[in-house]
């Protein structure tokens, strides 16, 4: 049973490439967001999605871009990586809106040079 | 965004001792979530709560969701070292767009020596 699973789990981006990082579930949640984690900071809700063709910004989305074209990929892209965004990124399930228990993947390791 | 703090930071325990960690939020929240990240690995729910009052047990821990509305605390007991980790607090909140966000605490990192 995969859950969510995250590519690729580490990454170097030099500054200014862009690139995405993949998420896909198979539980059929309506849905999945994206977080960044930074040492002291908790979990920051980057963009989420209510289900297939809506999305919406969370707390820090500034440099980053989602789409969500079928239930289960949720792809998070950097159009132009920059220092500031190396960081560890999780991206999360859920059945429902209210449902409190959201599924993480294992996580992506950012670094931006 | 909400305003919830997290304490301890971090603990560092002998093995067998009881840990006890606290939430306090801004704001009345009506779920209260816990959640433990190991290393290399995503956050897992441990418990939920949903009422004021309610005081909810899974194995060793054991978490309350304040009489208030505004803090939540988390108890291990006889701690062992599988309890490393990090352990987040996290609010269920309805957005401006109608929808419903987690917001974490910026989480307590503990550490326990055998």
């Known amino acids: 049973n995969a859950g969510v699973t995250q590519t690729p789990k580490f990454q170097v981006l030099k500054t200014g490439q862009s690139m995405t990082l993949q998420c896909a579930q198979d539980?059929?949640?309506?849905?999945m967001s994206w977080y960044r984690q930074d040492p002291g900071m908790g979990l920051r809700l980057i963009h989420y999605?209510?289900?297939?063709?809506?999305?919406d910004q969370g707390e820090v989305p500034n440099g980053y871009n989602v789409s969500r074209s079928t239930t289960e990929d949720f792809p998070l892209r950097l159009l132009s990586a920059a220092p500031s965004q190396t960081s560890v990124y999780f991206c999360?399930?859920?059945?429902?809106?209210?449902?409190?228990?959201?599924?993480f993947g294992q996580g992506t390791r950012l670094t931006v040079v | 965004g909400q305003q919830l703090n997290q304490s301890p930071q971090s603990m560092f325990i002998q093995e067998g001792e009881d840990v006890s960690m606290n939430c306090t939020s801004s704001?009345?929240?009506?779920?209260w979530l816990w959640y433990k990240q190991e290393p290399g690995e995503g956050p897992v729910l441990l418990i939920a709560?949903?009422?004021?009052?309610e005081l909810t047990s899974n194995g060793r821990l054991t978490a309350q969701f304040g009489i208030t509305r505004k803090d939540s605390f988390l108890n291990i007991s006889a701690s062992i070292p599988s309890d490393v980790g990090i352990y987040f607090c996290?609010?269920?909140?309805?957005?401006?767009?109608?929808?419903?966000?987690?917001?974490f605490g910026k989480g307590t990192k503990l550490s326990v020596i055998p």
């Open positions: 999360a399930s859920s059945s429902g809106q209210r449902n409190t228990e959201a599924f």
């Open positions: 539980m059929n949640h309506e849905y």
């Open positions: 999605s209510v289900g297939a063709g809506i999305t």
């Open positions: 704001s009345i929240f009506n779920t």
């Open positions: 709560l949903y009422k004021a009052g």
């Open positions: 996290a609010l269920l909140s309805r957005s401006g767009a109608g929808s419903y966000q987690l917001t």
